[in-house]
């Protein structure tokens, strides 16, 4: 186990992500359109893609999560997961390499 700050998780997850053999699954309570810019390129070539988010509509209204990353995420081949009470940050991949922490895919989240 390891405690990364910001810029060693960015470094890290993108490495595990972009070799990647299958699939990612990501649990975090917001996401942005910084954050999910950063993500979508280094998970294309995966055949399973999961994001399970709180998608709550006071979320969107204060800015804590893009609307518009749901729309590209379906049309990037995304699956979508609600849980409403989500606080967790989670990335598994490959059901290997699991990534457990504070950051939530937003640009201060992974420090971008």
Not at 21 to 49: E, R
Not at 89 to 97: L, N
Request: glycine share 8%.
């Amino acid at each position: 186990m390891e405690i990364l700050d910001s810029t060693n998780l960015r470094k890290r997850l993108a490495d595990a992500i972009s070799h990647g053999q299958q699939s990612i699954t990501i649990a975090s309570a917001f996401i942005t359109d910084a954050g999910y810019s950063w993500l979508n390129p280094l998970a294309n070539h995966l055949s399973k893609k999961l994001i399970i988010g709180r998608f709550a509509p006071s979320d969107f209204y204060f800015g804590a999560s893009s609307f518009s990353v749901l729309a590209r995420a379906l049309d990037d081949g995304w699956k979508l997961g609600l849980s409403p009470n989500l606080h967790s940050k989670v990335t598994i991949v490959d059901s290997q390499k699991i990534f457990l922490g504070s950051s939530n895919l937003t640009s201060h989240g992974l420090g971008l």
